[in-house]
């Protein structure tokens, strides 16, 4: 089993930055693929990054490319979020999420998650 507890989130004004933390516990999480997903009131869950097991590989929404990081330290057992440039349609409830699966983009492929923080960017 794998615990992912996520962290960072707040309000935020447009234009600011954030760095979003998820930290593993149980089974190590370094052969994993990890994601951040987010959801809107009202909205489906969204893909918004991931990083495969290595870390050489990321992956983003369009939405948030050049804006967004995302970044793995295994030996921590940590995956981060580094968000620049907010933007009020970026205020969502963010996930951390772990798959076994390499280099996925899809919700349904990652089997852990977190609880969540919530990320309130005011205009």
């Known amino acids: 089993q794998v615990h992912l507890v996520e962290s960072g989130g707040r309000l935020v004004q447009a234009g600011g930055s954030l760095r979003l933390s998820c930290a593993a516990s149980g089974r190590t999480v370094s052969t994993y693929t990890m994601g951040w997903f987010r959801q809107a009131p009202g909205k489906e869950r969204d893909f918004v990054a991931a990083?495969?097991?290595?870390?050489?590989?990321?992956y983003y929404a369009d939405s948030v490319k050049g804006r967004f990081t995302i970044s793995r330290v295994n030996a921590n057992n940590t995956l981060r979020l580094q968000m620049n440039s907010l933007k009020p349609e970026d205020t969502a409830v963010y996930y951390c999420a772990a798959s076994i699966y390499e280099s996925v983009v899809e919700a349904t492929m990652y089997t852990y998650w977190g609880q969540g923080t919530q990320v309130t960017v005011s205009s």
């Open positions: 990083v495969s097991w290595s870390g050489g590989s990321t």
